[in-house]
């Protein structure tokens, strides 16, 4: 992990991640959202959490959500509806329905709609954040698929040699099963980072690595910068020298998808918190043996963390191994979460009326 993204030892405080979710499930149906959606919620923000994905859990989006159900921007009892729909596919309009609590939803119709055809894919416009997008890619392993995840986000990118935001962060995830190996899980941002990172790190007073944002005439700033409370940042590439082209074209490629191609507008034509998503399932047995499927994965993951390695490096790592780790450490000794954070959470606890034993 980048150090400038990772809570010091001294800054954090570790909390036990059941209890944390037990106090987040409450704070949300203090906010009028109905019980299961609300254990849905706090289940994505404490996932994330757990991963050390700190950018998409409880410390940086909770505080965001409950802003958005109180000014109205999210709704707490969306009437989400398909407006489109064939046998592998289905436009959902989500009536401002929070992403974290909607995209799971549009997932499950996803795999139903796999089972039957072989691939299932839905795109879901007026919607809200989706937290971490490897949790909804996640939800097709049980079922023996592989799934996808992307979102299209409000403008806070840069696109190669622009000095304005046209492009949201738009992650990418994809998640494939294994058999005693663990699934593949990749997940990123088509930006050099998340927005919420960025945040982090101001919060932190982090200094940031060359080519994370651009100055205000758009040129990227090449050298350690302090964290900014406001920026613009870069694709990922950073220049066009390395490479930002393709961060620039993938976010292009998810807006089409996610919010194009469903009939929606797009992020310069929306609001920041209004957001567009792409769910698909594969079902792996439509297109081979899942059994030899899972064994060739298992062979195929084992030489990639098998690869020499390079000078001052003691091992080569794949998709979600960093996550998964981070799990059972956090799982055993609880999430560390910036005091700061801490001290937030148990005032809101308190002003919402929740028992709080973080």
Same mark, same amino acid.
């Given at each position: 992990?980048?150090?400038?993204?990772?809570?010091?030892?001294?800054?954090?405080?570790?909390?036990?991640?059941?209890?944390?979710?037990?106090?987040?499930?409450?704070?949300?149906?203090?906010?009028?959202?109905?019980?299961?959606? =609300?254990? %849905? *919620?706090?289940?994505?923000?404490?996932? @994330? !959490? /757990?991963?050390?994905?700190?950018?998409?859990?409880?410390?940086? $989006?909770?505080?965001?959500?409950?802003?958005?159900?109180?000014?109205?921007?999210?709704?707490?009892?969306?009437?989400?509806?398909?407006? =489109?729909? %064939? *046998?592998?596919?289905?436009?959902?309009? @989500? !009536? /401002?329905?929070?992403?974290?609590?909607?995209?799971?939803?549009? $997932?499950?119709?996803?795999?139903?709609?796999?089972?039957?055809?072989?691939?299932?894919?839905?795109?879901?416009?007026?919607?809200?954040?989706?937290?971490? *997008?490897?949790?909804?890619?996640?939800? @097709?392993?049980?079922?023996?698929?592989?799934?996808?995840?992307?979102?299209?986000?409000?403008?806070?990118?840069?696109?190669?040699?622009?000095?304005?935001?046209?492009?949201?962060?738009?992650?990418?995830?994809?998640?494939?099963?294994?058999?005693?190996?663990?699934?593949?899980?990749?997940?990123?941002?088509?930006?050099?980072?998340?927005?919420?990172?960025?945040?982090?790190?101001?919060?932190?007073?982090?200094?940031?690595?060359?080519?994370?944002?651009?100055?205000?005439?758009?040129?990227?700033?090449?050298?350690?910068?302090?964290?900014?409370?406001?920026?613009?940042?870069?694709?990922?590439?950073?220049?066009?020298?390395?490479?930002?082209?393709?961060?620039?074209?993938?976010?292009?490629?998810?807006?089409?998808?996610?919010?194009?191609?469903?009939?929606?507008?797009?992020?310069?034509?929306?609001?920041?918190?209004?957001?567009?998503?792409?769910?698909?399932?594969?079902?792996?047995?439509?297109?081979?043996?899942?059994?030899?499927?899972?064994?060739?994965?298992?062979?195929?993951?084992?030489?990639?963390?098998?690869?020499?390695?390079?000078?001052?490096?003691?091992?080569?790592?794949?998709?979600?191994?960093?996550?998964?780790?981070?799990?059972?450490?956090?799982?055993?000794?609880?999430?560390?979460?910036?005091?700061?954070?801490?001290?937030?959470?148990?005032?809101?606890?308190?002003?919402?009326?929740?028992?709080?034993?973080?």
């Amino acid at each position: 992990m980048v150090e400038a993204f990772h809570i010091k030892e001294e800054d954090a405080v570790r909390v036990d991640g059941e209890e944390l979710r037990r106090s987040t499930i409450a704070i949300f149906e203090k906010l009028g959202v109905p019980a299961e959606d =609300s254990s %849905r *919620a706090a289940d994505v923000l404490v996932t @994330a !959490d /757990l991963r050390g994905v700190d950018s998409h859990g409880v410390s940086n $989006m909770l505080k965001t959500y409950i802003e958005r159900f109180g000014d109205g921007t999210q709704n707490t009892h969306p009437d989400w509806k398909i407006v =489109s729909e %064939r *046998a592998s596919i289905a436009n959902i309009d @989500a !009536d /401002l329905g929070l992403g974290i609590i909607i995209a799971p939803k549009a $997932m499950e119709i996803a795999i139903a709609k796999a089972r039957d055809t072989g691939v299932g894919v839905v795109t879901v416009t007026n919607s809200g954040h989706l937290g971490m *997008a490897a949790y909804h890619a996640m939800l @097709a392993l049980p079922h023996d698929m592989i799934g996808m995840c992307m979102t299209a986000a409000g403008a806070s990118v840069l696109p190669t040699f622009g000095r304005e935001p046209r492009l949201g962060t738009n992650p990418i995830a994809i998640a494939a099963p294994a058999g005693e190996e663990q699934p593949w899980v990749f997940d990123m941002a088509t930006s050099i980072v998340p927005v919420n990172k960025l945040h982090n790190a101001h919060r932190m007073g982090s200094m940031l690595p060359p080519g994370h944002i651009a100055d205000s005439e758009g040129t990227p700033i090449m050298e350690p910068i302090l964290a900014p409370e406001t920026f613009d940042l870069l694709p990922l590439g950073s220049t066009r020298e390395q490479g930002s082209h393709k961060g620039y074209g993938l976010a292009s490629a998810v807006e089409v998808l996610c919010s194009i191609m469903s009939g929606a507008r797009w992020a310069t034509q929306l609001p920041r918190w209004s957001f567009r998503h792409y769910l698909a399932a594969y079902d792996v047995s439509a297109f081979s043996d899942i059994n030899e499927f899972k064994s060739n994965m298992d062979e195929w993951l084992r030489e990639l963390k098998a690869t020499p390695t390079a000078p001052g490096h003691d091992r080569v790592l794949v998709a979600g191994q960093p996550e998964h780790e981070m799990f059972i450490d956090r799982t055993a000794n609880g999430i560390p979460l910036h005091h700061e954070v801490v001290d937030w959470f148990r005032s809101t606890c308190a002003e919402f009326g929740v028992a709080c034993a973080i």
